[in-house]
């Protein structure tokens, strides 16, 4: 059975395909130009994808030999899952493994603009050090406030235990269910949509983008926020108008923004948000520890592995395969 890797993941992952006994493809080169890609996965039974190429009803159509997809990584937007359910493809992702690391990366942002740290940092790089000045780039704390999460499951059970435990912030969340856990556990409040923007001091996305979601924090929300709110997205850009973002920030709508993730992505450098003392962009970086990345290799191996020997993937993003 060939598996074909686009990209180099830790050795954990390839060691553990071999041992089972797959033959493990990879590209000669990096960067494969789409039409290679597409090549490569015509001649292989099963992908491990490392990235966001887009498994659509095209695809599906132009490499019929693709029996399995394991994803290195928990978001699985750029897959038609409803098309690969048709085609009885099993899509395998990463959950659990990125959690810490990615809710690692929310905590840190909110902390980065409550404190303006990627502003300061430019000053002192720019030899702008400047004096002692009591009104001068201040920051605001965070105790007590109000964190709200859009999408509490794994990675925001993180990100909000992660605020209460820090700062005793209040959990607010909307989601599609209740989270009972959080709930119990971090004394979090279900509310409705309207009453999460405009209670929460810090808003934090934390859920699977679903394209009828696209651009859902725009204008007309983020005109309802707390002026001196920050608003983080760690989850997917397409959440977000960046444009309408921009806006909001420069005419003081809300406080601050840190992005792991951009709308589009990656964000051109002349992007005028990149300007603003009040923002910080990282570029993608949540999963991004070695122990997140040899985990999502572990866990990506697995599926592949549970795949070949007829099972079920541990972690599946369509589990209604199983039922066809
Ligand atoms: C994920 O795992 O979904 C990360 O965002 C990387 O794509």
Redesign the pocket.
């Known amino acids: 059975m060939k598996v074909f890797i686009n990209k180099r993941i830790p050795e954990i992952g390839v060691k553990m395909l071999e041992e089972a006994g797959l033959e493990v493809i990879f590209p000669t080169h990096d960067n494969l130009p789409p039409e290679e890609w597409l090549k490569y996965c015509q001649n292989a039974d099963a992908i491990l994808n490392v990235g966001h190429n887009k498994f659509d009803r095209d695809f599906f159509g132009q490499c019929p030999n693709v029996k399995a997809i394991a994803l290195y ?3 699985f937007d750029h897959v038609d899952i409803k098309e690969a359910s048709q085609k009885n493809i099993p899509i395998g992702n ?1 959950p659990d493994v ?1 959690s810490r690391a990615t809710s690692d990366v929310a905590f840190l942002l909110m902390q980065s603009v409550a404190r303006r740290a990627s502003f300061n940092f430019q000053k002192v790089k720019d030899g702008n050090w400047g004096d002692f000045d009591p009104l001068h780039a201040l920051g605001q704390e965070l105790y007590g406030k109000t964190l709200g999460v859009f999408g509490l499951g794994r990675i925001g059970f993180e990100m909000a235990e992660k605020c209460k435990k820090a700062f005793d912030m209040k959990i607010i969340y909307h989601n599609r269910h209740h989270n009972e856990e959080a709930e119990k556990e971090l004394n979090a409040t279900y509310v409705s949509f309207e009453e999460l923007i405009e209670q929460s001091d810090v808003l934090s996305i934390h859920a699977n983008f679903v394209p009828d979601q696209k651009d859902l924090f725009n204008a007309s929300v983020f005109e309802k926020m707390k002026p001196d709110s920050i608003f983080i997205n760690t989850a997917r850009g397409g959440f977000h108008d960046q444009k309408d973002l921009y806006e909001a920030l420069i005419s003081k709508q809300i406080w601050g923004a840190g992005l792991d993730v951009t709308n589009p992505e990656p964000i051109s450098k002349d992007d005028p948000i990149l300007e603003l003392s009040s923002v910080c962009v990282l570029p ?1 970086i ?2 991004a520890t070695i122990e997140a990345r040899n985990g999502m290799a572990k866990v990506a191996a697995e599926n592949i592995i549970a795949f070949t020997k007829g099972e079920k993937m541990p972690n599946c993003a369509n589990p209604e395969v199983y039922n066809i």
């Open positions: 990584s928990v978001g990463t990125l993608h949540g999963s």
